[in-house]
């Protein structure tokens, strides 16, 4: 008898997690209110392209396509090989690209040259906090060049206590998901003031140049 797609997906991801811990970041995938929470920000994307990072089974990329990105809008980055093949055939026109998210410029360079500054979204699954700052700021520093002004970046953490801060960003919220096991905080940022770069928000006067 064949096993259902969660339950299958579950014992998989527990595999996995138990194989390289510090990289999966977690026992169990996303559940769907998890899902549904980082998704949100894919709806601010005003049709921009999404970019996700570590969609692991797939629970958040089901969510950032039910809330309305259409497929060949997504990019995701995921690092453990063997889940590339089953998100290709769960998610056609999604593009997944195997690689490490910490060479996320190099591997959109190579995939979708024409969407340098153009990401409206950015969903990580990444365990972030398992990384050095250093490597989490040369991320930051080449998302950055990936994303509109507009954009945001959404992160999730096993960490409750509000909020873990991370060098480059601003948060614009944060809140705790409590049906995820275990309990998980979304927070969203916007990119803060980085030399040599003009930010702008909705409403705000374009910079002169
Ligand atoms: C917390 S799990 C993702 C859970 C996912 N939302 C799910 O429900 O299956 C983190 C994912 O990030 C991936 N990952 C970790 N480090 C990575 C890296 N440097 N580059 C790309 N993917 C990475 C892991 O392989 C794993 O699939």
Same mark, same amino acid.
């Given at each position: 008898?064949?096993?259902?797609?969660?339950?299958?997906?579950?014992?998989?991801?527990?595999?996995?997690?138990?194989?390289?811990?510090?990289?999966?970041?977690?026992?169990?995938?996303?559940?769907?209110?998890?899902?549904?929470?980082?998704?949100?920000? +894919?709806?601010?994307?005003?049709?921009?392209?999404?970019?996700?990072?570590?969609?692991?089974?797939?629970? =958040?990329? +089901?969510?950032?396509?039910?809330?309305?990105?259409?497929?060949?809008?997504?990019?995701?980055?995921?690092?453990?090989?063997?889940?590339?093949?089953?998100?290709?055939?769960?998610?056609?026109?999604?593009?997944?690209?195997?690689?490490?998210?910490?060479?996320?410029?190099?591997?959109?360079?190579?995939?979708?040259?024409?969407?340098?500054?153009?990401?409206?979204?950015?969903?990580?699954?990444?365990?972030?906090?398992?990384?050095?700052?250093?490597?989490?700021?040369?991320?930051?520093?080449?998302?950055?060049?990936?994303?509109?002004?507009? +954009?945001?970046?959404?992160?999730?953490?096993?960490?409750?206590?509000?909020?873990?801060?991370?060098?480059?960003?601003?948060?614009?919220?944060?809140?705790?998901?409590?049906?995820? =096991?275990?309990?998980?905080?979304?927070?969203?940022?916007?990119?803060?003031?980085?030399?040599?770069?003009?930010?702008?928000?909705?409403?705000?006067?374009?910079?002169?140049?």
């Amino acid at each position: 008898m064949s096993r259902s797609a969660p339950l299958r997906d579950s014992l998989k991801f527990l595999r996995l997690a138990l194989r390289k811990p510090r990289e999966i970041g977690a026992v169990l995938p996303s559940s769907r209110a998890l899902g549904r929470a980082m998704a949100e920000a +894919a709806t601010r994307a005003q049709g921009r392209p999404v970019l996700e990072l570590g969609p692991g089974t797939g629970a =958040v990329t +089901a969510a950032i396509l039910k809330a309305g990105v259409v497929p060949r809008s997504l990019v995701a980055v995921e690092r453990t090989e063997e889940l590339l093949p089953e998100l290709g055939r769960r998610f056609p026109g999604v593009q997944f690209i195997g690689g490490d998210a910490f060479k996320v410029g190099g591997l959109l360079q190579q995939a979708v040259p024409a969407w340098r500054g153009q990401f409206g979204a950015v969903i990580s699954s990444l365990p972030l906090l398992n990384f050095p700052a250093s490597l989490r700021d040369q991320l930051l520093e080449q998302l950055a060049e990936w994303m509109h002004p507009d +954009a945001t970046i959404v992160q999730f953490s096993y960490s409750l206590r509000r909020s873990q801060s991370f060098r480059g960003l601003e948060e614009v919220s944060s809140k705790v998901v409590w049906l995820n =096991v275990p309990p998980a905080r979304v927070s969203e940022f916007t990119l803060g003031r980085r030399p040599g770069s003009h930010p702008r928000r909705n409403g705000d006067t374009p910079p002169k140049h």
